[in-house]
C-alpha cells in the first residue's frame, strides 16, 4: 500500500465495530400470560453474532429486558427479568423475520409471538 492510504489498526477496529453495529435487526415482540389477562408488548433485536436482547412492558405497567442467543439458525434460548421480580427462561423458533416462543415468568407460562 502506498504510504498514507493504510489504514491504522484502531481506526480499522472502529469501522470493523461500526460494521457490526449496523447489522441487526430490531422486530415487535407481543405475548401473554396463559392464565392472566395480562399482555406484553416491546422489540427484540437480534445481532449478526447470532445473540439478541429484548424489552418489553406489560398491560400492568412491568418492564422485563432479557437477553437471547441462537443455538441454531431457527431456534434460540433466553432470559427475561422483570422489574417486579418475575424472570425465566424462555425459548424461540424464528423464520428470520417471524417467529414465536415461550417460557416461564415466575411461575406463570408465557407465550409470544415477535416479527412481521
Known amino acids: 500500500m502506498r504510504k498514507g492510504i493504510a489504514m491504522k489498526?484502531?481506526?480499522?477496529?472502529?469501522?470493523?465495530?461500526?460494521?457490526?453495529?449496523?447489522?441487526?435487526?430490531?422486530?415487535?415482540?407481543?405475548?401473554?400470560?396463559?392464565?392472566?389477562?395480562e399482555t406484553f408488548h416491546g422489540s427484540a433485536t437480534g445481532y449478526v453474532g447470532g445473540y439478541?436482547?429484548?424489552?418489553?412492558?406489560?398491560?400492568?405497567?412491568?418492564?422485563?429486558?432479557?437477553?437471547?442467543?441462537?443455538?441454531?439458525?431457527?431456534f434460540g434460548r433466553g432470559i427475561v427479568n422483570c422489574d417486579d421480580g418475575r424472570s425465566g427462561p424462555f425459548q424461540f423458533s424464528s423464520t428470520g423475520s417471524y417467529g414465536n416462543g415461550w417460557g416461564d415468568l415466575g411461575s406463570d407460562r408465557f407465550i409470544f409471538t415477535f416479527g412481521h
Open 9 to 37: 489498526p484502531p481506526a480499522l477496529c472502529l469501522l470493523v465495530a461500526l460494521a457490526l453495529t449496523a447489522c441487526s435487526q430490531t422486530l415487535p415482540v407481543r405475548g401473554q400470560l396463559q392464565e392472566s389477562s
Open 52 to 74: 439478541g436482547d429484548l424489552q418489553v412492558r406489560s398491560s400492568r405497567g412491568t418492564v422485563c429486558k432479557g437477553e437471547f442467543v441462537y443455538e441454531t439458525r431457527r
